[in-house]
């Protein structure tokens, strides 16, 4: 017999849109079982859930990829001119593993704030701590319901000062500045919480925030909350099976934020991203695909590689 699990079967097609084709698709899953191939019966399935249209703008297509080059900059230890723009100042927390920069876009009129992904094991735990609890942090006030990853938060309270005060120089400074914060897996999660932080500090201030194969962060009722804070300024990109983004499993109390753009097949290009449906958790985008973790397709976004410098 296949090695996928039955239950996974059920799961994974009830994931994606019941058709004439998912019943053409299934005819020939039981055609495969039979022959005992399951890595064969796997590629049917994801190639179904990959053959989904597509909906999305050249210009918004390339916002994700301009901003996505912040993300990966964040990577480096030493980054003079991130994406070609103006350093602010890098900042670091050895005990939360944290790096990043904020940076200034003059000509975009952008304050950018970005955060580097999990580079090392004591990332990773923090990745593990995944019990919900409210969601504490500096200037931010939510409702009784809303609950985040333990992990992810103690990261981000453990350099939230220090952003704040960065910030609230640049913003007296440069006032009708746009906030833009951007982060790549752990990142894309700080990126979020920062967003937060500074639009409730800075409410009359347009902010945006950008991840890209980040993990759920928080529960239901947080991912209602950002979507009700952010509407279309939240961007959350997802490339292929990118583990990540589902490591952390909805059964667990968990609920992605916003809309969802997919990058569902190669060759990447506006044309091969989705814009997905605006409650977080389309059952026609990545959802379809079974976690695998930190995955070759985790560190490739828009074919450039996660932690690519873009810093002259």
Known sequence: MPKLDFLELLCHIGRCQFSFLVYLYLVQWIHLLRQDQSVQVRYFLESFCFSVSVDSQPELYEDLVHYFKYASSAYSLVCPRPNGKTLVTPFTNLGGDIQGYVARDDGRREIIVAFRGSSSITAFIADAQVILVPFVAPGVSVSAGVRVHTGFLLSWNSIA?????????????????????????????????????????????????????????GNKDFAMFVNEMFGRNAYRV??????????????????????????????????????????????????????????????TYFGILATRPFCL
């Open 161 to 217: 000062q220090e952003i704040l005060m960065i910030i609230s120089r640049q913003v007296k400074l440069h006032p009708e500045y746009t906030i833009v914060t951007s982060g790549h897996s752990l990142g894309g999660v700080l990126a979020l919480f920062g967003a937060i932080t500074l639009k409730q500090k800075y409410p009359d201030q347009t902010v945006k925030t950008y991840s890209y194969g980040a993990p759920r962060a």
């Open 238 to 299: 997802v490339h292929g099976n990118d583990g990540v983004p589902t490591i952390i499993p909805i059964a667990l109390g968990y609920h992605h934020h916003g809309i969802e753009y997919w990058q569902y097949t190669h060759p990447i290009s506006e044309e091969t991203t989705r814009a997905c449906a605006s409650d977080g958790e389309d059952p026609t985008c990545s959802a379809c695909i079974p976690s695998r973790g930190i995955n070759p397709a985790h560190w």
